[in-house]
Structures are given as C-alpha cells and as structure tokens.
C-alpha cells in the first residue's frame, strides 16, 4: 500500500520541503528584485527608444555627461571638462582616466567616435538626439572633438541621453550582415557603467551582474533581476507578498490602494509627462483661435487633477511643464469658464458645433478626460463624439491631421525646452515629427528658432517665455496637467535618487536594501 | 479509404489553410491604419528618421510587393524578423511556444484526470450528491471568468495560504534546466537536475489549474453523457447478466466506449486551452506566446502577429488531424466511411 502511494507521497514531501525552503529571493540584502509590467523591447543605445529600454541601458552605460542627482542640469560623467568654439560649431570633451569597459578594455575616443557614428549610422530614433553632428574627430586618446553642421543649443543636454552612451567598440565583434552588432547589442551590454545584463530570458527575467571593472564605487547589490510581471494585481501582490522589491507603472487608484499595505513605500513625484489635446488648426472651425479658446476654457482643470488624478497631477502652465528650465511661473491657465467659452463661440459665429475626440486607451486618464470634456461642451451646445480606437490607429490619424480633438502625452528625451517648444510649434515639424496640431504662427517659429541658435541659456529661457506667451493665447493645445511618476518599492529599499528625465530609470549602483 | 490517403489528402488541404490565413490575416494587418516605423522610431522621430526605418523595414514598398516578399520568405521557412524585438520571429514562437505547450499539456491532463473520473462517477450515481456536486463544479468551470478565477487562486494560495508560487516558470535563484524540448519539467529531467524540475512543477500547478477548470466542467458533462448511453447498452447488460463485477463493466467494457465520442472533444478543449492561456499566462506572468502575442498586437508588430496566426492555425489544423485519426483508429465503422 504504502508503495504504491509513495510517488504521491515523494511529490507532495517535494513541495512542501520547497514551500518552506528558507526566504524568498527578494529579501536577501544584496539582490534587488524589480517587477516590470513589460519585457524591454531592446538594450541597444543606437535604436532604444522607449524608457522601458532605457531600465537597462542607463545603469550598464556611462555618457560623456550626466544628470546631476535630482537635478535636470547635467555635470560631467565620462568627460572631464569640454570647451565650446565661439561660433558653437565645436565641442571638445577631454575625457576622464579609469573608465573601462565590462570586458577591462579603456574608454577612449575611439570608442566616442564609434559610439556617435553607429547611431548616426543606423539613423533610428536615437539619431534625432543630435541633428547637426557632422563628425566626431579623434584628437587623441583621451580628446575627442565634435563637429556640428549648425550650432544646437541642447547639445549638451542631450549628451546625457539613452543616445548618448558610449559603447565598446569590440561589440563592432558581433555584426552579422553589416548590423552594426544591432541584434547583439539588442540583448547584450557592452558599456562601462556598475552593470552589465548577464542573462535574458525573454518576457520573463533579465539578470544583471555588477560591472567588475565599474570605476565607481562598487555598488551594494551583486545581482538585480528584472521580473516581467504584465499584470498589476500580480505586481502588487508580489511587492506585497516581499517578492519583489519595487514595482513599476502602478496607477494612480493602484497607488492610493496600496498605501495601507506594510512595508510598501508609494514613490509619487512630480514629473515632466504632460498629457494635453491636440486641436487640429489646420480644420475649421479649429483654425479660428477663438474656438480654440472656447475648447481651453471648456476643460475642468481642477476637477481633473482631482477626480481623475486624485491629485497626482499639476495643470500645466504654458508648453514647457515645471520642473524644467523655459517654464514660466507666471504664464496664463486656463480656467473652467463655460460662460466664456459660450461667448468665445458665439463670437466666432460658431453654432451647432458637431466634433469628434479620438482617443484610445493607452493612457488611463483620456477616456475620462474626454467624458469630462464631452459633458461641459453639451452645456454650451457643442456635440462631441467620443471616438475610441487602438493606440498605433490614433497616431496614424493625428500624424495625418485625420481628427477634430485628439489626445496626447509628452515626455522630453533630454532636459531643455526645446523638446516642447521647437516640437511642438515649429511648422517644418507638422504630423508625425511633434506639431500634430499643425499650428503655424510665424512670430513664434522666429522665436524658436532664434532660441535653438542662441548659446546663452538666459537668453534662450527669454524667448522661450516670449513664444508661450504667443502660444497661451493662440491655444492651439489644450494644456491639461502634468501627471506624476508613480511607482512602489519595499521600505527597506534605500539610496532612490528621483530625476524627472529619468522615468523608469533606478539608480541601481547606488541604492541598496536595510534587511 | 486508408489511413495514409486520408492522411495525404489532409495535408494538400493544410497548405491551403495556411495560405488562407496568410492573406487574411495579411491584409487585415496592413489595413488597419498605424505606422510601425513610427513606434519603432519614436514619437519625436523626425520625417527623415522616419523614411530611414520604413525603408529598412520595407514598408516603404507597395503592400502587394510586401505580400510577394513575405510569402517568398515564408516558402523558404522563414517568418521574417519581429519589429519590436529585432529578433527572427521563428526563434521567438520557438521560445514561447514550448512554456505554453507545457501549460496546454498540464492542463489538460489535469481535466482529464479530474473530468473523466467524475463524469464516470456522475453517470454511475445519476441525481445522486456526486452528479449534482460535478454539475456545479461544470457550471462554474463554464462561467468563472480565467482572470477572476485566477486572482481569486493567487490571493488565496499566495498571499493568504502562502503555499504555491503567483507567477513566473520557476523560483528566482534556481536556474532554468539547459534548452532541450523548452519543456521545463522535460529539461530539467533529461539533465538531472531534481531541484528544478520540483520548482517548474510547483509553478505549474496554480496556472494549470485556473485554464484545466475551464474545460473540466465540459469534460465531465461530456463524459456523463456518453457513459450514460453506453450503460444502456446491450452488451453491458450482457456482461453484467455474465457476472462480471460491476467495476469491470464500467472499466473494461463501458468506459472505453464512452471515451470515442470524447476524442474530438479533447481535441477541441486542448485547442481552447491555447487561446484562454493568454489571459492565464497574463495574470501568472507565463512567459509563453500568450505574452508574446498580445505586446506583438499592441505594438502593431506584423511579421509577429503573422507569424503566430500561421503557426496558430497550422496547430490547429494538425490537431483536427490526430483527433481524427485517432477515431479512425479507435472505431473501424468511421474508417470505412472516411
């Protein structure tokens, strides 16, 4: 009898040994567990475009500069001091000594040059970063100089991009059929920051293993494993549970819920993702600033931030969001003015109004923006139908001017107004490239553009403040709010560092655990 | 008809299948509207950037040229490369497809382990407490919803009884076993590696179960009713007027008769099983196709999604295939009128 049973018996022994075989991974102190809801779609700084991709990249690569702490300024990283030529068409970067690559080989300028060529090679995404680079010249070992076709004042800035990291050219080792190592560097590392991915399992877990010839501080964990856990029940239960450490994308309800649970930090900061609407200027009755007028003040602001944000959010004040330098304290809001807004159509001989709001579900907080929207416009006897639809068909019809109001979120790639103001409103710009609202108004292209010349960060911040005075008024977006970067972490986690430019970026070198 | 012409005839039938489903599904990727080369890119691509990805990725070109290409690449084995991932796609399906097999296989050796003793037993003590208590577990295997159902077993199991695992293949820390099947408790067997398979195991048993209970209550429904006709039948009366004990009836006599019908079923439920991991992988994070598919869709991912309804369907045919064969081989009356 007993032999017949014994494989149950051996099976159900298994399990309850594994059931109670000591502590769950996450706990131990020197390996972090973080919960992704999505598996980074590459690691490869030439092509990355997503701040999912950017959770592995910014901790297993260093860049010439990088943000300072908290702050959106950046200070010197790989580079140890550079120069500007006076007419701004030269920077040269002396680098530091002591950097190596994970493999113990030198950071160089040679491995400058082959980094910034490879990406202005492949000519994807991450090449927009750097428009006017000409040539990057190898001066001498340790100097490297570039050379730009027309001077670009976020030059620096975008140096501490995902674009900017410099990679070993010894990858140029794994190129198959003339790829640059793309699909190599696609699931690999070859960078001279504290990590280097060690193993990825696909859609499941990406293992990251200290850089041994990192030239900073040795860092307190010696393994950091990504989980990819899509669901937030699951993520939530698991973080809960001490499973993981800290957990990704949590919204906002997810966040307030979680406040009670024990141990469980809620990390909620202001960031520079702004989500707003596009009007389509190009569209009667849209190409009157009036009804566009009309449209801002029909938009319940606070009752958003409240209702829909649970206060996890901030109204916008102008095109550059707060927190970032070109943002004026003092630029004119919008307010929840239906009386106006009747008055602004009235004047502009608009009645009967009939309007679509394409959307879809790609961020939680459009659909009830635009029930919000929809229900305070039936006040002034505009009709707007709601249009929902997948996320990559909204693109393709904002990006072909295909709509009446549109929704949209915007995060910059590197800390300088240009990424709002020259995006947004310059005309060259209109569809897929930034100014879905096909908006053109030459006092403020000249602006603009004046500012992208001008080396002096004073000046810039003027003309800047001087076109969002213009384009306040024109409302050719109606600016919502700017939403907060949410996540959650065990308390026992130390040493976070929140930068708004780095949305999905820990700080793994130097955070470490209590327990 | 023979078991070999049948067999031929089946797999002319399958290349059609196939090629069906490559243009539907074909047109229907490049008609809804949605530029790939703008997600890959970015949305601050600038328009050259942008003419740069669509050119690479041949998007550029007219949509039947695309078709031509594509079909030229998939008669020579290969499913062309994910847009997302930037990896072949086959090496993708390849990698996935095994941790949802492994699921699939469990799960449904698990409803046929519950669901065939139960539905027996239903059959055999009709209206009594069993058949009502079966009756209720197949109403609500039939209704729960996966996604609730599944929650509700991590939330008691992991959280509140903390004796399985909530997700993932295998426990953090324990190495996956060397790729051989794809198949962990296959992998970890074949390289001896006890502590692995024990884990992938112990993994299993929760997702298993949530997608199992689904197609157990129909199992068990199935398997009532035929064995019900069955008992009715003649030769059991016979067997049973000769004797024979009234378990050997059941299990020598009526049950493998019961079971023919069942075949098809089986073939159906496990193809069922498949499309409802999606949502089971989802909550488990399962790392089989299930993920794969649904981050392929949102991305707009064409040679992804193309590649996983081919193979999908090319499952399915090949399914339909062995249950039928299998009746064929089980009842000679349905070989002769094959």
């Known amino acids: 009898m007993l032999l017949r049973r014994l494989p149950t018996f051996a099976a159900f022994a298994a399990l309850t040994a594994l059931t109670f075989a000591g502590p769950s991974w996450a706990t131990d102190k020197d390996v972090l567990v973080i919960d992704k809801a999505e598996d980074p779609p590459t690691a490869d700084p030439g092509v990355e475009v997503s701040n999912n991709g950017y959770t592995l990249i910014f901790p297993a690569y260093e860049r010439l500069v990088k943000y300072d702490g908290a702050k959106t300024e950046v200070i010197p990283e790989l580079a140890e001091s550079w120069t500007t030529a006076p007419d701004n068409l030269s920077w040269t970067f002396k680098l530091a000594s002591g950097h190596m690559f994970d493999d113990g080989s030198p950071v160089d300028a040679a491995a400058v040059k082959y980094s910034f060529d490879r990406v202005k090679k492949l000519a994807a995404g991450p090449g927009d970063m750097f428009p006017t680079v000409k040539d990057v010249v190898i001066v001498d070992p340790q100097t490297v100089k570039f050379e730009l076709s027309a001077p670009f004042a976020p030059f620096l800035s975008a140096l501490a991009t995902s674009a900017g990291s410099i990679i070993n050219p010894k990858a140029q080792e794994h190129a198959v059929n003339g790829d640059d190592a793309k699909a190599w560097l696609a699931e690999h590392t070859a960078g001279s920051g504290a990590f280097k991915i060690s193993a990825w399992e696909r859609n499941q877990q990406i293992t990251l293993d200290p850089n041994p010839h990192y030239a900073g501080k040795k860092p307190a964990f010696k393994q950091v494993i990504f989980k990819i856990v899509r669901e937030m029940s699951s993520r939530r239960l698991q973080l809960e549970n001490g499973d993981a450490d800290l957990i990704d994308q949590v919204p906002v309800d997810q966040a307030e819920a979680m406040k009670s649970s024990a141990g469980v930090v809620i990390e909620s900061n202001p960031s520079l993702y702004v989500v707003y609407l596009y009007l389509n200027n190009k569209k009667a009755p849209f190409d009157n600033p009036k009804v566009r007028q009309a449209i801002s003040y029909a938009a319940d602001y606070k009752g958003l931030v409240d209702g829909v944000m649970q206060g996890q959010a901030e109204q916008m004040r102008g095109a550059v969001p707060d927190g970032m330098w070109g943002h004026d304290p003092q630029g004119m809001q919008y307010t929840y003015d239906l009386e106006k807004a009747k008055q602004l159509l009235a004047d502009a001989g608009v009645s009967n109004l009939h309007i679509s709001f394409t959307y879809s579900q790609a961020d939680s907080a459009w659909e009830p923006v635009g029930l919000a929207l929809q229900a305070s416009l039936a006040e002034i006897g505009v009709t707007m139908d709601m249009k929902n639809v997948a996320d990559t068909t909204k693109r393709e019809l904002v990006a072909k001017g295909d709509y009446d109001i549109a929704t949209g979120a915007w995060t910059p790639d590197f800390a300088d107004p240009f990424m709002f103001m020259n995006i947004w409103f310059d005309p060259t710009k209109m569809g897929a490239p930034g100014n879905r609202a096909f908006y053109e108004n030459p006092k403020v292209t000249d602006l603009i553009t004046q500012a992208l010349a001008t080396v002096d960060q004073k000046k810039r911040e003027q003309l800047y403040i001087d076109a969002q005075k213009i384009t306040n008024e024109d409302a050719p977006y109606v600016l919502l709010f700017q939403k907060n970067d949410i996540f959650a972490m065990r308390s026992s986690v130390k040493g976070y560092v929140y930068n708004p430019m780095l949305i999905q970026v820990y700080n793994i070198a130097d955070m470490s655990k209590s327990e | ?338």
């Open chain 2, 1 to 338: 008809m023979s078991l070999i012409s049948t067999i031929l005839r089946r797999l002319v039938l399958l290349v059609f299948v196939v090629a069906g489903v490559a243009i539907i599904t074909f047109t229907i990727s490049h008609l809804i509207p949605g530029d790939p080369a703008q997600l890959i890119a970015g949305d601050k691509a600038s328009a050259q950037t942008l003419a740069h990805v669509r050119q690479e990725l041949g998007l550029d070109k007219p949509v039947t040229q695309q078709f031509v290409i594509y079909v030229k690449q998939l008669l020579s084995g290969d499913l062309g490369q994910s847009l997302r991932t930037r990896r072949p796609v086959a090496g993708d399906i390849a990698l996935f497809l095994p941790a949802t097999l492994e699921l699939g296989i469990a799960a449904l050796v698990m409803a046929i382990m519950i669901g065939v003793p139960l539905g027996v037993l239903s059959a055999i003590y009709k209206d009594g407490p069993v058949d009502q208590a079966a009756r209720v577990v197949s109403v609500a295997g039939i209704s729960m919803p996966v996604f609730w159902f599944g929650l509700a077993l991590i939330l008691l199991f992991y959280v509140k009884i903390p004796i399985l695992p909530g997700s993932g293949r295998i426990t953090l820390g324990i190495a996956a076993p060397p790729r051989i099947t794809g198949f962990f408790l296959v992998d970890s067997l074949v390289a001896g590696d006890l502590k692995a398979f024990w884990s992938s195991l112990y993994h299993l048993i929760l997702p298993a179960f949530v997608l199992a209970f689904a197609n157990l209550g129909i199992i068990t429904r199935q398997i009532r009713g035929s064995m019900l006709d069955v008992l009715q039948e003649d030769y059991v009366r016979t067997a049973r007027a000769n004797g024979l004990s009234r378990s050997a009836v059941i299990l020598r006599h009526a049950l493998p008769n019961a079971l023919i019908p069942s075949v098809t079923l089986l073939g159906l439920a496990f193809g069922d099983l498949l499309y409802g991991a999606v949502l089971t992988e989802t909550i488990f994070a399962w790392p089989g196709m299930g993920s794969y598919v649904v981050s392929s869709i949102q991305t707009l991912d064409f040679p992804a999604i193309m590649g996983f309804t081919i193979v999908a369907s090319l499952g399915y045919v090949l399914i339909n295939l062995a249950v039928d064969l299998t009746y064929m081989v089980l009842d000679p009356q349905i070989r002769e009128l094959g």
